[in-house]
């Protein structure tokens, strides 16, 4: 595709609820992100996938928050046992080597509401 | 640790006039330096970024940022707003050699007004 896409790009659910976010990188592109944008906050890193080594977790909030990327390509962010506090913006991105000084491409995000 | 400082949640300006969008860094090491925009219901974009070489880096839309590593600053600078550039701002950092995981300011809404 052209660009990262995400699904679905709105998400409400009720406090307790497992949710699934999809994103879909650029073709080609080795490294996968997902960061939370959050009222006032910024962006906050959640986790990142870099071609066949082990995932870096550190930004995971709590262990209630997974997320796996298959062949190399799509990724899925799961949430368990969701909290109001979760509701965000969950936002995707890729780049091509994952190296520090490349600049990644943005989805267009998940807006999660958790009632 | 590494972090970016937005010190304005907002910057108002006139349409023709320059504007300036504020950004400071803390890393232990040497940066890597990028700015992000993102417009109302659209993911980021990539503006520019500094990786070495010449402290005055120019971007996209017109945009550029100077890099000034005595002052930790990596000022968003633009000569003349354009009512266009409305949106959100966000600096961001990462370190030579520490992976490409970005650390984000809590971001800069620009507003330029006719």
């Known amino acids: 595709g052209a660009g990262v896409s995400q699904s679905p790009s709105n998400k409400v659910t009720e406090k307790g609820k497992d949710v699934e976010l999809r994103c879909d990188p650029i073709s080609g592109h080795t490294a996968l992100y997902w960061y939370r944008q959050s009222l006032g906050q910024g962006l906050e890193f959640l986790i990142y996938f870099q071609g066949n080594s082990a995932p870096d977790k550190s930004g995971l909030p709590s262990d209630r928050f997974s997320a796996e990327r298959t062949g190399g390509s799509v990724s899925t962010l799961t949430i368990q046992r969701t909290q109001q506090e979760d509701s965000a913006v969950y936002l995707c991105?890729?780049?091509?080597?994952?190296?520090?000084?490349?600049?990644?491409?943005f989805g267009s995000g998940t807006q999660l509401s958790v009632l | 640790a590494q972090s970016v400082a937005q010190p304005e949640d907002q910057v108002n300006v006139a349409e023709g006039n320059p504007l300036t969008v504020k950004c400071t860094y803390s890393?232990?090491?040497?940066?890597?330096l990028f700015w992000y925009v993102q417009y109302p219901n659209r993911g980021l974009q990539f503006l520019l970024k500094?990786?070495?070489?010449?402290?005055l880096v120019k971007g996209s839309y017109g945009f550029e940022a100077e890099f000034n590593k005595s002052q930790t600053s990596f000022h968003l600078k633009k000569p003349s707003a354009l009512v266009s550039d409305s949106a959100l701002y966000f600096c961001a950092v990462s370190l030579t050699g520490g992976g490409n995981k970005l650390t984000f300011g809590t971001g800069t809404q620009l507003k330029v007004e006719l």
């Open positions: 991105a890729s780049s091509f080597m994952g190296a520090s000084n490349e600049k990644l491409f």
């Open positions: 500094y990786i070495t070489g010449d402290n």
């Open positions: 890393v232990s090491g040497n940066p890597y």
